[in-house]
T-cell receptor, first 113, second 112 residues
């Protein structure tokens, strides 16, 4: 499996505070993704990146921003956390050319109180 | 926009029997990839099987096989000889170019 790690794995934060989740991969993958998983909704794409400093919005991007200053790191920031952002967040990455396999991190459990 | 639909939120199958999970998708592209992922209670995402749209032959991986109907935009997963360890949430996913889109999932229960 690809080396892809997420931090923190668990976090409880208060409404209105900013939160940053980090995704780190050691496989030199070009593409990286952030998803949130909620009951009844499956995995929904928040943002994705197709290279350093190249990012784009997914289907549920409101209230989230991302940054990718290095190939290995993809940061997800909740600018002002709300209770509706309580979720499990998954990071994923894949190679550019073979591209068939998507590797996932172990998930980050975020609770906004 | 591409969409992926899994119409069965939950399914149950007797151990050792065969079950088929449904997935349909909507796209205007001709070149893309389709996947089935398994998510056990640990929440780990495990690739079960993948299919390239340009290949007419259905993919198989041991007890897992797909029925890929490109014209109908259908991609169902068949699990043969179901085992207790197959109990999980199963996600169908679509990828072309940059984005990877998932369905809402089907929770599979295995009855002993």
């Amino acid at each position: 499996d690809a080396g892809i790690t997420q931090s923190p794995r668990h976090k409880v934060t208060e409404t209105g505070t900013p939160v940053t989740l980090r995704c780190h991969q050691t496989e030199n993958h070009r593409y990286m993704y952030w998803y949130r998983q909620d009951p009844g909704h499956g995995l929904r794409l928040i943002h994705y990146s197709y290279g350093v400093k190249d990012t784009d919005k997914g289907e549920v991007s409101d209230g989230y921003s991302v940054s990718r200053s290095k190939t290995e790191d993809f940061l997800l920031t909740l600018e002002s956390a709300t209770s509706s952002q309580t979720s499990v967040y998954f990071c994923a990455s894949r190679e550019e050319y073979s591209g068939n396999t998507i590797y996932f991190g172990e998930g980050s459990w975020l609770t906004v109180v | 926009a591409q969409t992926v639909t899994q119409s069965q939120p939950e399914m149950s199958v007797q151990e050792a029997e065969t079950v088929t999970l449904s997935c349909t998708y909507d796209t205007s592209e001709s070149d893309y990839y389709l996947f089935w992922y398994k998510q056990p209670p640990s929440r780990q995402m495990i690739l079960v099987i993948r299919q390239e749209a340009y290949k007419q032959q259905n993919a198989t991986e041991n007890r897992f096989s797909v029925n890929f109907q490109k014209a109908a935009k259908s991609f169902s997963l068949k699990i043969s000889d179901s085992q207790l360890g197959d109990a999980a949430m199963y996600f169908c996913a679509y990828r072309n170019d940059d984005k990877i889109i998932f369905g809402k999932g089907t929770r599979l229960h295995i009855l002993p």
